[in-house]
């Protein structure tokens, strides 16, 4: 059993304790929280100067597309950021840069991912790196006959526009019933392609010589997703950015999880996913990260800044990307601090002492304070 105390603790599903402990057993699970002074008779006392919260979920990430740091712009919406992704990504592949990044993950803190991936490259390094891992083998464009999922891997559509009607229900068959996780209402022109047909989604088929395997549904995604039955408590709903309150309410009813990229979206878009539309339509909500080609990082405390400069609470933040983010992945054992959960605790910063208010402090400056994993 080992006791590790700090200035400030972070349960996330209760309120910050000020002079708090978390004991430990030599699993790492949690045997007790609470103010040191009540902990301290359970065994050694191991002092921390920052703040102990539970270790970071990222819940949507593309570790494989590393290499493309800093390499395709922004700003001009979803569709001419597709063209040069396409044009980029197969450039200059690098494992090692992958590598990198799961190195740079585990040094900040996230203790568990969902991961897609297209080529099936990363999962051992981020395993390596001491992350749990949901890998999402993501489909494409599927022609034919579906291909087997990856070993351990769950497979998922990319998109609605990338992926017709039995695609998606074929996927969605695979994991339970629902899609476990694709990208929705990212853009406007996601929707102006299922309800017209036209729209940059058009041009781009017509540029690629992509024919379509049927007409559009004529319905907005989260609509159509449900009227194929494929949406459900399981399904990660990954942006969000552009959604009306109708399919928030949709995604909502059907238990769904609302996974933001606040910061990916503000690259491509150059807008940020309407949180405050989607906490008051109850949406479970994750953070991601998304890649580093729409990202600037792939800590998911950078998107926790990003949306608290932008006004959100902090409280609810964090616990979006713990405790949000584990049950996303189900992994029910992480995401906070209570006894019999194995939350793999973290550190934050090294000068906790002086705090008023650690969950604003965690929420605006987390992502630029030293970061160390303690089990
Ligand atoms: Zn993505």
């Known amino acids: 059993m080992k006791v590790h105390a700090a200035p ?180 406007p022109a996601e929707a102006t392609w299922l309800l017209e047909a036209r729209g940059p989604f058009a041009e781009l088929f017509a540029e690629r010589g992509v024919i379509p395997d049927a007409p559009p549904p004529g319905l907005r995604p989260i609509a159509w997703l449900d009227a194929l039955g494929v949406l459900g408590p399981g399904s990660l709903l990954v942006h969000l950015t552009v959604a009306d309150n109708a399919s928030l309410a949709l995604a909502a009813q059907r238990g769904a999880t609302a996974v933001l990229c606040p910061r990916s979206n503000r690259h491509i878009t150059g807008r940020l996913p309407p949180w405050d539309r989607i906490r008051a339509a109850g949406l479970r909500v994750a953070l991601g990260s998304d890649s580093l080609a729409s990202s600037p990082t792939l800590d998911v405390l950078g998107d926790v800044a990003e949306l608290a400069r932008a006004g959100a609470d902090p409280a609810w933040l964090l616990e979006a990307a713990t405790h949000g983010g584990a049950r996303a992945l189900a992994l029910p054992h992480l995401g906070a601090l209570a006894a019999g959960l194995r939350p793999r605790l973290i550190e934050l910063g090294d000068a906790a002492r002086g705090l008023s208010d650690p969950l604003a402090w965690v929420a605006h400056e987390g992502a630029d304070a030293p970061a160390r994993r303690l089990a």
Not at 87 to 96: Q, V
């Open 8 to 187: 400030w603790v972070l349960p996330i599903l209760a309120p910050p304790l000020r002079d708090g402990a978390v004991a430990l057993d030599e699993h790492g699970v949690v045997v007790e929280v609470g103010p040191l002074r009540s902990l301290a008779r359970l065994g050694p006392v191991r002092e921390h100067a920052g703040v102990l919260l539970p270790g970071l979920v990222n819940a949507h990430a593309h570790v494989e597309l590393s290499h493309l740091n800093e390499r395709v712009p922004g700003g001009d919406g979803l569709v001419p950021w597709i063209r040069t992704l396409l044009a980029t990504r197969d450039a200059a592949a690098d494992p090692a840069a992958a590598r990198r990044a799961a190195i740079y993950l585990a040094s900040r803190g996230t203790v568990a991912i969902a991961d897609v991936t297209n080529a099936g490259l990363v999962a051992g390094a981020l395993r390596e790196a001491g992350l749990e891992v949901l890998i999402l083998d993501e489909r494409v464009a599927v022609r034919g006959e579906l291909a087997p999922s990856r070993d351990g891997a769950v497979a998922v559509p990319h998109s609605t526009y990338t992926c017709g009607a039995s695609t998606l229900r074929a996927l969605a068959a695979r994991s339970g019933g629902c899609v476990r996780s694709i990208h929705v209402e990212e853009d």
